[in-house]
């Protein structure tokens, strides 16, 4: 019995007044984490402007982090608080494979998040086929599939770690396996969606710097005399139609997206409203011989006109969004890069113990910071946040005053 004790437990002077930070930490993750997961779902189910493809990724994380926070947390707590694993052998093995399964999803989901990302921004049409409804339903099978069967073959080798008192895969035991595993999902994966994210920002500059250019345009072709705008301004139409079309498309391809599909029904109008009253102007003028007649010059100008402004909006929405995935791979990198560089650097246990769990209770901080992030740099995750609250409160006011 007490060799069981002393298998299970992770005693040390050095951490006994450590373990207090720790309980605290970690109970504020487990209700940060378990509140704000299930508000994203809830607001994803209950508001129809978040019900998009691309948002379905964004509830997979929410998903896998809940089953983190509210299932696994608790347990990580106990653990600290009485420095001894109380739960059992098989219990053990099924923390540490729903811990492993939990990191692996999210690894998963956030390589799909970039991979969208950037397909949305550059190949819509691609986009359009790999995220279908059908395509998306079968990457999130298939992500669950992936770390279940990439974390199974570890079931022999989840055991309690001293060093950070809690249940995961013994290190050297399931050698090699593990290092190939960890390289897999920590290094090449991540790797690759830092890439993405690298590609999307070169493919928006290049955007960003087309419309600056053809917007330059147009400012330098108001300044020019009368008799020579209708030349210049169509050469300058031209240019920026051209070098701002994939600008638009993907600016119009991301409103579509997020707001339907948007039809310029009222382009032709202005044009013509814009074309008619030149044309009355001109009839009180001079004999059109001498004026040149601006019924072309101003059409092109009001459909340029209109697909600058159709482009500039959408713009502005792919950055925030693109930003936020962003924010969201970093702080998955700042908090699990401390704990995977220690482990490497540290192979034969020699830094202290309060080191080792330190930066295993910043992983914790992973599961409950996204819904934080989605709050602050999105505008409708904010407002669905929002009502969810004041609907609850509203519910909860009613049942006090029964």
């Known amino acids: 019995m007490w060799a069981t004790d002393n298998l299970f437990s ?13 309980v605290l930490w970690g109970c504020a993750v487990t209700i940060t984490g378990t509140v704000g997961n299930l508000m994203t779902i809830l ?3 209950f508001d129809a402007r978040l019900r998009i493809h691309f948002n379905v990724l964004i509830v997979n ?8 926070c509210t299932i696994l947390q608790p347990i990580s707590v106990d653990s600290y608080l009485h420095l001894r694993w109380r739960s059992g052998e098989l219990w053990c093995r099924v923390f540490g494979l729903l811990l492993l399964l939990s990191n692996s999803v999210s690894i998963i989901t956030l390589c799909l998040v970039a991979v969208s990302r950037y397909l949305l921004v550059a190949k819509r049409a691609v986009f359009d086929r790999v995220f279908s409804d059908q395509g998306l339903t079968l990457l999130l099978i298939s992500a669950w599939a992936l770390g279940l069967a990439s974390c199974g073959p570890f079931w022999s080798f989840y055991k309690f770690v001293p060093q ?7 290190r050297t035991e399931g050698q090699p396996y593990t290092t190939i595993l960890l390289f897999i999902y920590f290094f ?16 928006v500059q290049i955007a960003s710097l087309a419309l600056l250019r053809y917007r330059l345009s147009r400012r330098s072709s108001r300044k020019k005399p009368a008799s020579s705008v209708q030349q210049t301004d169509e050469s300058g139409v031209e240019s920026g139609m051209a070098n701002t079309s994939c600008c638009e498309m993907s600016s119009q391809a991301d409103l579509a997206q997020n707001k339907g599909e948007v039809t310029p029904k009222k ?4 044009t013509q409203s814009s074309a008619t009253a030149l044309n009355s102007s001109a009839a009180n003028k001079p004999p059109p011989d001498i004026v040149p007649a601006p019924s072309s010059p101003p059409a092109s100008t009001t459909a340029a006109s209109s ?5 500039s909006g959408p713009q502005k929405e792919i950055k925030h969004v693109t930003r936020m995935c962003l924010m969201v791979f970093l702080c998955f990198m700042l908090c699990f890069v401390p704990f995977m560089l220690l482990n490497v650097a540290d192979g034969q246990n020699r830094a ?22 989605y709050a602050v740099m999105n505008r409708q995750f904010r407002q669905a946040y929002h009502l969810l609250i004041t609907r609850a409160a509203a519910h909860f006011t009613c049942l006090w005053t029964q």
């Open 188 to 203: 090449v994966s991540l790797g690759c969606v830092g890439t993405f994210y690298l590609l999307i920002y070169k493919h």
């Open 61 to 68: 994380l929410a998903v896998a982090d809940l089953l983190y």
């Open 10 to 22: 992770c005693y040390s002077p050095s951490v006994v007044g450590y373990r207090y930070f720790a």
């Open 267 to 270: 382009s032709p109008q202005s």
């Open 43 to 45: 607001a994803f189910a």
């Open 352 to 373: 202290p113990q309060v080191l080792h769990m330190f930066c295993a209770n910043l992983t914790w901080l992973n599961s409950c910071i996204n819904p934080v992030l």
């Open 164 to 170: 950070v008192c809690t249940c995961s895969f013994h």
């Open 307 to 311: 697909s600058n402004l159709t482009a």
